[in-house]
């Protein structure tokens, strides 16, 4: 079947620790997406990416990186910059020929 | 920017209708979306507005008005799956998202 998956759905870590999230997917879409999501807030966009080998800040980058080496992957890294990383990550994906971006699962990051 | 309001929290019966609202103000408008969050759980795409207008899709049915930088998501014959999250999305001439920060409707028997 196609979809998006990140992996793992629950990830704890100590502070000042980097921790890499995962995002694949099998949809051969070109644009790849990563939010993050807090409680009473809406989803923020950290980082975009429209092509392989391209990627784009969005709104609350800092403390965040990104690769996009493949087209099917796109990890992003909390590192220990970000001043408050506990959140529900979601990883989008989107193609060209479609308006809608599909979500994958989400992964919950807890740093103590 | 972008700034996108929509009421916190929304409770009905199982059979009756709930509309829920959205207002933007943006610096660009190129759509407009509806999607449903489960607790936990990835966002589904529902609708997607461009255009003024009613665009109905089974029990649930969007609206959107431009000019007043207004929405609408109106959800039908309620169900107790259709308790969720629900959250308003515009998109910007950039082709990017910004999200409300989502209305949760409890639907009660």
């Known amino acids: 079947d196609g979809g998006i998956t990140q992996s793992p759905k629950y990830l704890f870590r100590k502070e000042g620790q980097n921790v890499t999230l995962s995002c694949e997917q099998n949809l051969n879409h070109d644009a790849m997406y990563w939010y993050r999501q807090d409680p009473g807030q809406g989803l923020r966009l950290i980082y975009y990416?429209?092509?392989?080998?391209?990627?784009q800040k969005g709104d609350i980058a800092e403390g965040y990186s990104v690769s996009r080496e493949k087209k099917e992957s796109f990890p992003l890294t909390v590192t220990s910059a970000q001043k408050n990383p506990t959140a529900f990550y979601l990883c989008?994906?989107?193609?060209?020929?479609?308006?809608?971006?599909?979500f994958g699962p989400g992964t919950r990051l807890t740093v103590t | 920017g972008q700034n996108i309001d929509q009421p916190t929290e929304m409770t009905a019966t199982e059979g009756a209708i709930v509309q829920i609202n959205c207002t933007y103000q943006?610096?660009?408008?190129?759509?407009l979306f509806w999607y449903q969050q489960h607790a936990g759980e990835a966002p589904t795409f529902l609708s997607y507005?461009?255009?003024?207008g009613l665009e109905e899709k089974g029990r649930f049915s969007s609206f959107l008005s431009r000019s007043k930088g207004y929405s609408y998501l109106l959800l039908k014959e309620l169900q107790m799956k259709d308790s969720a999250s629900y959250l308003c999305a515009v998109r910007d001439t950039d082709y990017k998202l910004s999200f409300g920060a989502g209305t949760t409707v409890t639907v009660r028997a």
């Open positions: 507005n461009v255009l003024d």
């Open positions: 943006t610096s660009g408008f190129n759509g």
């Open positions: 989008a994906s989107k193609s060209d020929s479609t308006y809608e971006q599909y």
């Open positions: 990416s429209q092509i392989v080998n391209d990627f």
